[in-house]
């Protein structure tokens, strides 16, 4: 270890102090989570966190099968009228009773346009009160994915947030702060004590949850560590119990420490970039009066530039795995042979570029967080270098997820890079957040590059309500191609994920990106 590396080690030690005992789980990543409103950020991170504290209906179990939670029985009364017993004696953390109320005051909440998590309520028109612990879910139409949908529709105190004035969702993008925004008040069986914004998130287990605690975790010290140096040493100095991104350089060094243990997965996330194909003119470009990004012929030149072997070589030291499709193995839709990007050709990319009038390329900013992804900043710097060999020169603008999400998610942006995690475990959840056309409800709520391709939005509209698996699936899998062959978006590659931890911890590996700690335990 390089002196610079202990000295970092070192100086995080007042972040690290936590109580050094068998029961506590000290836990760190690279990046911090954006907010503790569980309605505003479709983030991992966040999310991650937040689903130990805010519970669904439905969960998923260890081997990603929907089980019930706070929902103990759905009935399908007809093909659009769901029946959700809701469970019994649960209470929030601060004692208050869980009831039928809660739930539709949560879902009229996460339907705010403000948020980005309404897609988790795809396809539900209205849910109705039966009595306090009944409600019908109303549908516009058949829904093969609502349960899986359900995973991920947090529940929130209708009573906390009327007290605290968080009834509307947290505005993340123009920078509001909201009490819900701070603090959380939900049924889990861990309560978040705290948060310190790029120190710690801490959480403190809920001896009154309703289910049975299998981990003998107390207490939880989620520390975010931007530096792969840092947290490294961190995880090899004992300041950390459980470290969820590795640095891909130091995977080798840590598998072969006794004192630790790798587990290794995949993760369904695929790392992309997003050129703006809407606006008549880029923000941040030298072309003006038009917009390249427009003509397909030089998204497929900027495609054909990219040496994705080499990135997943050198860059990814073998824990990628090259894309031409926007999901990732292991995500409905998936299919290995059509996932086989063009190799590079910078050839050809020169001849596309001067077909489209940019024999000499063109110039224009790209945004890119450098503390979310695995290797996230490096990856952009080596399209910057790829991209200049065509003439397409690259101002990089690489910066705090916080900010970086702000920017995107104002659309100030003229190219990203951006990774999408598959929560459902289905293509209809990328297809539909990020490349339908943008409305005012959960179609296209992740689009911020300004995709608008009736096409593809009659295929994902379609699939929302097909039941008949095979043609379902022959949807899923017309959309994807489309979105491949016309370069709507530009994959790069779908990350691999090892963990490293002590090896008195156990936990089951969460290819969601979503450590659970109700699956873990420390000795």
Known sequence: ???????????????????????????????????????????????????????????????????????????????????????????????????????????????????????????????KKIDDHTVDFILSGPNPLLLRNSVNFFIMSKAWAEKNKSTNVQ???????????????????????????????????????????????????????????????????????????????????????????????????????????????????????????????????????????????????????????????????????????APVNVDAAKKLLAEAGYPDGFEVRMNCPNNRYVNDEEICQNVVAMWARVGVKVQLAAENMATFIQKVQNFDSSIYLLGWGVATYDAQYTLQSLLRTRTTGADGNFNFSKINDPTLDKMVDAMKTETDVAKRNALVRDALLRARDELLLIPLHHQMRPWAMKAGVTTIHRSDDRPEVRFTTVK
């Open 1 to 127: 270890m390089n002196l610079k590396a202990i000295c970092a080690a070192a100086s995080l030690a007042a972040v690290l102090a936590a109580p050094v005992q068998a029961q506590t789980l000290r836990w760190a990543a690279q990046n911090d989570i954006l907010t503790l409103d569980p309605h505003s950020q479709n983030h991992a991170t966040t999310n991650a966190i937040l689903q130990h504290s805010y519970e669904t209906l439905v969960r998923y179990s260890a081997k990603y099968e929907v089980e019930p939670a706070l929902a103990t029985k759905w009935t399908f009364l007809s093909p659009t009228q769901v029946r959700f017993e809701l469970r019994k004696n649960v209470k929030f953390h601060d004692g208050s009773p869980f009831t039928a109320d809660d739930v539709i005051f949560s879902y009229g909440r996460i339907k705010q346009p403000q948020g980005t998590m309404s897609v988790y309520v795809t396809g539900v028109a209205d849910i």
């Open 171 to 341: 505005d993340y993008k123009n920078k509001e702060e909201t009490f819900a925004s701070r603090n959380a008040m939900g049924t889990g069986p861990y309560k978040i004590t705290g948060w310190t914004p790029e120190q710690r998130v801490t959480l403190t287990r809920n001896d009154d949850w309703w289910d049975k605690h299998t981990s003998n975790v107390k207490d939880v010290v989620y520390t975010p560590i931007k530096s792969d140096p840092t947290r490294v040493a961190a995880l090899l100095s004992g300041d950390v119990d459980m470290l969820t991104d590795l640095p891909t350089q130091d995977v080798g060094r840590l598998r072969s420490d006794a004192k630790l243990k790798i587990l290794d997965g995949p993760e369904v996330r695929t790392i992309y970039l997003a050129p703006d194909l809407g606006s008549p003119e880029l923000k941040y470009s030298n072309v003006k009066g038009k917009n390249p990004f427009a003509d397909k012929r030089v998204r497929q030149a900027l495609s054909l530039a990219i040496d994705r072997a080499a990135i997943q070589r050198n860059t990814m030291r073998g824990l990628s795995i090259p894309a031409a499709l926007m999901v990732a193995p292991g995500v409905n839709g998936h299919d290995e042979a059509a996932d086989k990007p």
